[in-house]
DNA sequence: AATATAATACGACGGGTTTCGTAGATGCAA
DNA sequence: TTGCATCTACGAAACCCGTCGTATTATATT
């Protein structure tokens, strides 16, 4: 499978929050964090096109392009990628750091509880 | 901060397992898992030494290389950076992805609930 | 119909990373 | 001390990615 580049993933990433979408949308969304030229963005999602990560449909006269590979699955490939490349594939020494590191509400924390009792549980 | 590249941050790894190595003993222990010419290796840890990510010692005719940053740091770093760019930083949707994918040992689940509760209680 | 507006397509450049070949230096063994 | 094995240094090539300029096409307006 295919792992998405920088660019490619933050494209992706509004694909999946705002659905499908024209290429002049997703540039004034990315323009509203940092700046990048409308050529830019469309030779970006051309490309991602040829990679089969986006499918397209004309509408008029441009296209909109919808994400091809879904959320869960890429995320939880990059998942892997990243917890072998970084912690050395020990998954649980990434979870406690991010704990330790990151602020979470009471609901989350519960949450988490759960599913670690429901993990237990089997 | 100087985000490591991914060769760069296999180098680190060993290092930071093996301790502080010669260019041949990283090139052996990278070699375990893929095919990397030793001139490879060298090249990429002189560049890693001279930015400041590899400290050195000559020792006879060749150099001893030790990494230069934490591995905590480092870890908590880049942690940061997947969080933002593959999660749109939501890190406690991160956690609860990885404990659903990876096995892990009764103990270390323990030792996350314990975890938790301290964070709940503060 | 002519013009302005906005989209697509695409080639090319620049920066960064990895790979490799080769030259030069150094220590060890015969 | 001569020669061999092994190390360092370094330049150059190959590749990927992001950026941009420009040509072309298509729609909308007057």
């Given at each position: 499978m295919l792992k998405p580049t920088e660019s490619e993933l933050e494209i992706l990433q509004l694909l999946w929050k705002n659905g499908p979408s024209s290429v002049r949308e997703i540039n004034d969304e990315l323009n509203k964090t940092k700046e990048v030229g409308y050529t830019t963005t469309l030779k970006i999602m051309q490309i991602m096109h040829g990679k089969e990560l986006l499918t397209r449909t004309e509408k008029g006269r441009y296209h909109i392009y919808t994400a091809a590979i879904s959320q869960e699955k890429t995320q939880g490939q990059l998942l892997d990628r990243f917890v072998d490349a970084?912690?050395?594939?020990?998954a649980m020494k990434m979870v406690m750091q991010t704990l330790g590191n990151h602020k979470a509400s009471k609901e989350e924390l519960e949450a988490i509880k759960k599913l670690i009792e429901n993990l237990e549980n089997n």
């Open positions: 970084t912690f050395g594939g020990e």
